[in-house]
């Protein structure tokens, strides 16, 4: 794993947006994986000016989200459909029919489900899965529990999932229970992963993530299977790391060539 630290989340956000950029200049039909969530809202913006003030050309790109609620409409204020939609790609240029987000509202659930993951071999696999964390450790909305092998499946959300969300929907009683998610298995075949958490609330999950054992009851200690994982972290996120020190000479000592 590869752990980042800044100082800020804006620092953190802004690398995070290279990393996405130069993969969009260096790889034009590049796959990129979506999360949701207030983390990845500054690196939206920043992708957003890219376009707009430098060109940055999402015309042959393709966009998989991580993840959905069951059962609302895809205009519904608190559905992953309309935050994508709000937050990026309506300000790029993205092609709709490049975009993919798990559709829960479909008939078949699981036959929705082993499409979406047709589709992203079809697109020839995801090049930057970008992700957030839980603050139980999910990833996705792989909960604890999730099998380090699953795939894109529905899922039923923890009570504690809900309370942190409870804000998008008025409310924790009206947070639906069960999403469609991308699978643990799913989220390791992409070529990179863009792990982006800010904040102390994140703190414990991101020291157990990094520094404690792979266990599926930390969903996103699995990243240290990955053989290209990008944590991203400001200072409060990495309060609790042990080795953090260590991360930060690691950083200082890079090459020019390695260099975000
Ligand atoms: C959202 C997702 C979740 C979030 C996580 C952190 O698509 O997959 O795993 O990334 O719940 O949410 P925030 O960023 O709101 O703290």
Redesign the pocket.
Known sequence: MEIIIRPTSLEGSLLAARIVARTVREKPHAVLGF?????PLVLYQELARLHREKGLDFGSVAAFN??EYIGLPVDHPAS?HHYMRRNLFEHLNIRPEHVHIPDGLAADIPAACRKYEDEIRSAGGIDVQI????TNG????NEPSSSLASRTRIKTLTRQTRL?NAADFGGVENVPPHVITMGLGTILESRMCLLLAFGAKKAEAVSRMVEGPVTASLPASVLQLHPRSVIVLDREAAADLERAEYYEWTNSQKPEWQKY
């Open positions: 999360a949701t969530g207030s983390t991580l993840d992953f992700l957030g964390i839980g999910h990833i996705g909305f942190d």
